[in-house]
């Protein structure tokens, strides 16, 4: 069949590119310059520079892109629910089919959604304990180093170098930072952590205390300060901290995550460190106390020494006063000689006569014990016992002597012994090419084992010859 014609039409052909080209000027030049207000979400600061996000409401959300040479100008750091107005223009994206708004500028839809935003991130931490009490780490009474991390062009910094040398003069080392914009958040945290990085004797000295501040500013200007990174770095440094951002009045949330808030810069300097004057001058006053305690410890001292010295002299009299009452004493109750001669006398009269007795008596047993013995000896009963001593004896040795093993070898029997002179007692205890002894009953003879023998067979009776011989 032939094909059918094609159907002429008068509606113009455009390509894809044509169509996208068409729809980019369009919105382009519908919505040049638009102001749009929405929640930010999901914010992202790509590598490039460029910023991507979403603007949305309760019933749409629109694409938006914030190029890097408008980032690095923006006040505030995007976060995610953040509520913003927007200026720019609403183009496309032909690569997607997107439409998409170019963003110029941002700020803040109203400080009460912001603060809002704030409050909720701040029970949030403190829901995880980022806040508490025991976090807080004691300020050093006197550190020798104090770091700063701050603005090394404002007029922070000099404050804080001004009244440290009011006060005491101490080395301070600043790590400079963005106080406010895109990545000011960024450096703040890099700051703390690289602080808390430095080790200990290092080239660069590790700080004893840390402060952290800036001057005072709008809420936008505050904002790198309330950053969720900025509070946990805080948090977790291990270097004592000083928050100082803002002015009296001003509240972010790294103040409750620091170990110590100020209310000024100028007051973290005083903070920091006490007044070199004062301390002085406190010292001053304790030598003094001192001195007046030490003089009237002296003189307590002096006079008690005193009176131990009049002790001293007057002790060996009335010391050897009493000596000479206790010797005259003695000599008063020592008796005479000639008392003493007869106590003495009476003592040897009486050991001589206990001596008579004891004598007396044991002559007397040891005469009786003779006598008893003699009468044993003469006594044919003791002969009679001995004959049944001696008869008993020598059946007992004539026992001993048939139980000897000598007697067994006078019989043809041997005693065989190792090497270690022990009897052996079977044939499986001696190993081949063992030394063994062989005892007779009239010597040894020494041998080698060469191995279990065999048992011997009997020999065959040998053959009688039945034929009779001649006698010739």
Known sequence: ???????????????????????????????ERVRVRGEVSKP????????????????????????????????????H??????????SSYPGSSKYQIVIDSVELAGEGALLKMLEDRRKRLAAEGMFDADRKKPLPYLPEVIGVITSPTGAVIRDILHRLADRFPRRVILWPVKVQGDDAAAQVVAAIRGFNALP???????????????????????????????????????????AAVGHETDTTLIDFAADRRAPTPTAAAEM????????????????????????????????????WIERLLNAPRAYFAGRWDHLARLTAALPTPREQLAQARLK????????????????????????????????EAIVAHLERG?????????????????????????????????PVASAAAVAPGAGLTIQFADGEVAATATGRADKAKPRPPKRRDTKQGSLL
């Open 1 to 31: 069949m032939p094909e059918p014609a094609a159907v002429a039409s008068n509606l113009p052909e455009f390509t894809v590119s044509e169509i996208s080209q068409a729809v980019k000027r369009t919105l382009e030049t519908s919505f």
């Open 44 to 79: 992202n600061y790509h590598g490039s520079g460029h910023l991507y996000f979403s603007l949305k409401d309760e019933g749409a959300a629109i694409d938006a892109v914030c190029w890097r040479g408008v980032v690095g100008r923006l006040k505030l750091r995007l976060e």
């Open 81 to 90: 629910g953040m509520e913003v107005v927007v200026n720019g223009r609403v």
């Open 200 to 242: 200990e004797g290092g080239r660069v000295p590790r700080p004893d205390l840390l402060i952290v501040a800036r001057g005072g500013g709008s809420l936008e200007d505050l904002m790198p300060f309330n950053d969720e990174e900025v509070v946990r770095a805080a948090a977790a440094s291990t270097i004592p901290l000083i």
């Open 272 to 307: 920091a460190v006490p007044v070199r004057a004062e301390l002085l001058e406190e010292v001053s006053d304790h030598g003094h106390r001192l001195v007046r305690s030490l003089t009237r410890l002296a003189e307590e001292m002096t006079q008690r020494l005193d009176g």
């Open 348 to 379: 040897l009269d009486h050991a001589v006569a206990n001596l008579s007795q004891g004598l007396t008596a044991l002559r007397t047993r040891k005469q009786h014990l003779f006598e008893r013995a003699a009468a044993l000896l003469r006594s």
């Open 390 to 422: 001696r008869m008993q004896l020598e059946s007992l040795a004539a026992l001993l002597d048939s139980y000897s093993y000598e007697r067994v070898l006078a019989r043809g029997f041997a005693l065989v012994r190792d090497a270690a002179d022990h």
